[in-house]
Every structure is written in C-alpha cells, then in structure tokens.
C-alpha cells in the first residue's frame, strides 16, 4: 500500500503575488501551495514567463471564484523593442525580421490612437487559447499555423511614456483576453518597422492594489521554520485578501440567517431589496459573512450558484 496522502490547510483568501521573470505562472502557483500548505490553490490567469508583476492566487475556497478575476480588466507597463519583429512577438521568441526605425512623432501618435477604444485583435500563434483540444504555442513550435478569428477587445487607457533609441514604453489599460504582445506586434507593422516586447509587467487586475503584492522571497522569509521548526502561519495568512474579492465589482445582498439557511441547502430564497437581475454576492447575517454567489431569477429570487463549503478547520 502507498502512503497516506498528505492533507494540507484548510486556508482560504486571495494572494496578491508578485511574479518574477523566467518563470511560469503554475511553477509559482504550486510554490505557493507548499509555502503555505494550501488543500488547493489556483491562479486567475497566466503570466508569460518573460513578464513579471501582479498574479493572483487563489486558495481554498477562493479557488471557486477565481473566474471573476479572468473576467476583469488588466493594467501593464511594457517596454517594446523597435526595429525588429520576432516570431513570439517577445524576446523569447528569434528574430525574423530588421527594419530601420523611421517614423515622425505624428506617426506614432496617430499609431497609438488606431488602439484605443473597441478594436478586434488577432490572437499570437503563441498563446494559450485552445484549438482542438491544444493550445495555439504548442502548434506554433511545431511551425503549424492555424487560422484565428479576430476577437472584439477594449483598449481603455493607452498612455504613452517615453520614446528613446530603439525602445518605446507603454501603458495600457484593457479588457479581457487583450494580447500586450499582439498590440506591439501590431503596432510595430503600422509603424513600418517591426517591434517586439522586451518587458511586460502587469500592474493591475481587476480593483486590486498595487501596494498589496508580495515577492516569492518574502513569502519564503515567513514560511522560515523556528528552532523547533515550526512555522507561525499568521503573518503568511495576514497578507490574503478576501475569498469573496475576485466578485468585488457585484452587488452585495445580505440575507438573515433564517433565510441564508435555505440558500446554503442549495433553494432560492426571496429577500426585499435584492436587484432586478444578474449575479450577486451572498452574505448573511450582522457580520455580513460571505457565503456564496448567486444569480436573480425570472421570479425575483436569488438562486445559488456557488456556495462555500463551511466546513473550514
């Protein structure tokens, strides 16, 4: 017989991490996960190994909302190299192709401008998003290209910071499933010249901020066993955000516990106050604990979607 599986904490928040570069989104994630002996964990969007900056991770039952974050809008800082277009649209990728950098400052403008606001975008060959059951990049090294349908995004803000030599830096506020590679891409072919990203660092997601993120070695530093090595798991579990955060942007009804009793068994309940339509956030009682999401049906009542399972340690 094998051994017993080993069964982590029940512990349960958002981690604000701060990714490094040359290292993937899921190396990191199950780093996490032993630091601090999570029973589950999840991130809320994946990272290029090349980019560094804000990577959600969701523990315990904060996993089972983590797909409001994949719904959200994003913030990056890039830096894109001029003059020279690469297969991956990054540094990681090789060099196809050298053009001389010409273009005006009005160019760059009006350039910059065709950006913002609704656009369609024509995802990377090298990105995830799945043809067949595979994702694209796994094609991609194969030298296969498979045909993409354009898909509507949002460029919000489009801020431009600074032009000098072959380097342009960028910041860009935009919606989900935005390609920052693609946009240098792009932008380097409207500019005649050929681009590619040299740094991405994601500054934002969703409402959450900066000044919350944390590094790998800082984690690493609290999860230091003692003399008698243990390891004092509240000032790890102190840096977690709300297991209901990745929902902040959805109204908040609050049941009495007469009623969210009902709701936790899984039935829609009626409450006064409630919005007209559309997903909820779910808590009960004075201390407004959270307690799931749910949805308003055709009849007025808020219907479960997702329940936390209460059964914490």
């Known amino acids: 017989m094998g051994r017993p599986r080993r069964r982590g904490r029940d512990i349960h928040g958002v981690l604000l991490l701060d990714k490094p570069t040359g290292i993937s989104s899921n190396d990191l994630l199950q780093k996490v996960k032993r630091i601090y002996n999570a029973n589950r964990a999840g991130h809320t969007g994946a990272l290029d190994p090349l980019a560094t900056g804000m990577l959600p991770i969701c523990l315990g039952e904060a996993t089972k909302f983590s797909r409001?974050?994949?719904?959200?809008?994003?913030?990056?800082?890039?830096?894109?190299?001029?003059?020279?277009?690469?297969?991956?649209?990054?540094?990681?990728?090789?060099?196809?192709?050298?053009?001389?950098?010409?273009?005006?400052?009005?160019?760059?403008?009006?350039?910059?401008?065709?950006?913002?606001?609704?656009?369609?975008?024509?995802?990377?060959?090298?990105?995830?998003?799945?043809?067949?059951?595979?994702?694209?990049y796994e094609y991609a090294r194969q030298g296969i290209t498979v045909e993409r349908e354009p898909r509507p995004i949002t460029v919000y803000e489009l801020q431009f910071i600074r032009h000098e030599g072959d380097e342009l830096e960028l910041e860009i506020h935009c919606s989900k499933g935005t390609y920052i590679r693609t946009i240098i891409d792009d932008l380097g072919e409207k500019l005649g010249c050929g681009a590619h990203v040299i740094m991405l660092r994601r500054v934002q997601v969703a409402r959450y901020p900066m000044d919350n993120m944390v590094t790998l070695e800082q984690l690493q530093a609290l999860a230091t066993p003692d003399e008698q090595g243990q390891v004092n798991t509240a000032p790890l579990d102190a840096l977690l955000m709300p297991m209901d955060s990745p929902a902040a942007d959805y109204p908040l009804v609050n049941l009495p516990e007469s009623v969210s009793y009902w709701f936790k068994l899984g039935q829609p309940v009626q409450i006064a106050g409630a919005p007209s339509d559309g997903l909820v956030r779910v808590s009960e009682g004075e201390a407004k604990k959270f307690i799931g999401m749910a949805e308003i049906d055709d009849q007025g009542r808020v219907a479960p979607r997702r329940l936390v399972v209460e059964n914490f340690d």
């Open 68 to 136: 409001y974050l994949l719904d959200s809008d994003k913030r990056y800082r890039v830096i894109a190299r001029l003059g020279q277009r690469t297969d991956t649209s990054d540094a990681d990728g090789n060099v196809v192709e050298e053009r001389p950098v010409t273009f005006s400052a009005d160019e760059l403008a009006q350039a910059l401008e065709s950006f913002r606001g609704d656009t369609q975008q024509v995802p990377s060959m090298f990105s995830a998003l799945k043809h067949q059951g595979r994702p694209l």
